[in-house]
């Protein structure tokens, strides 16, 4: 199993340009979580979808960000356009159901930096 | 918004000593994990707890859900170098969104060998 992938791993870029972040969940899983982390707010949800379906996206910063799910086995966020304090690590996960208790895997993240 | 208040926030300790940290809640949790992250990597899922009093073990690591289902704790014993890096916790609580998985600002762990 390949696990969750990410990628690019690591994306720089210049303010006001747009970022595409790319995610291949586990085979099977239905579940997709897409979490920014930084220093100072540690994880954050941003959003998840069941099934490709969104389910909550109240965790969306604000409209510059949106995520699609068009398939079962690949999701995207986008960012634009982007801004420094857009400057985070951001972790993609899948579970096999929704709910908790059954775990979620994560990706090794995506770290953008945006100057 | 819900918060996870985990302690200690950083932790140095010699090989060989045993580890404590723990996450409280000023809410029910129905759903507590720990997990482990590594420089560079995402977080690996350690230990998952799904009842209050719960106590479960995993080698060397062993972690409870409290019995007011407001807290965690998580436990190392016999600590070695490769136990170095930053644990969270992490929990689900009854009313949130079913994917909203809470997780706490984490514990530094370096251990000196």
């Known amino acids: 199993d390949a696990g969750v992938i990410q990628s690019p791993r690591h994306e720089v870029t210049e303010m006001g340009q747009e970022v595409t972040l790319r995610c291949k969940p586990i085979?099977?899983?239905?579940?997709l979580f897409w979490y920014r982390q930084t220093m100072m707010r540690g994880l954050e949800l941003l959003i998840y979808?069941?099934?490709?379906?969104?389910?909550?996206d109240s965790g969306m910063p604000e409209d510059r960000f949106s995520a699609k799910m068009p398939n079962a086995s690949f999701s995207t966020l986008k960012i634009q356009p982007s801004e420094p304090r857009d400057s985070a690590v951001y972790f993609c996960?899948?579970?096999?159901?929704?709910?908790?208790?059954?775990?979620?895997?994560f990706g090794s993240g995506t770290r953008l930096t945006v100057v | 918004g819900q918060q996870l208040n985990q302690s200690p926030q950083s932790m140095f300790i010699q090989e060989g000593e045993d580890v404590s940290m723990n996450c409280t809640s000023s809410s029910i949790f129905n759903t507590w994990l720990w997990y482990k992250q590594e420089p560079g990597e995402g977080p690996v899922l350690l230990i998952a707890l799904y009842k209050a009093g719960e106590l479960t073990s995993n080698g060397r690591l062993t972690a409870q859900f409290g019995i007011t289902r407001k807290d965690s704790f998580l436990n190392i014993s016999a600590s070695i170098p490769s136990d170095v890096g930053i644990y969270f916790c992490a929990g689900q609580n009854y009313g949130g969104s079913q994917g909203n998985l809470i997780f706490g600002k984490g514990t530094k762990l370096s251990v000196k060998p």
């Open positions: 996960a899948s579970s096999p159901r929704q709910g908790a208790i059954y775990g979620y895997t």
């Open positions: 979808f069941n099934n490709n379906v969104p389910i909550d």
């Open positions: 085979s099977g899983h239905n579940s």
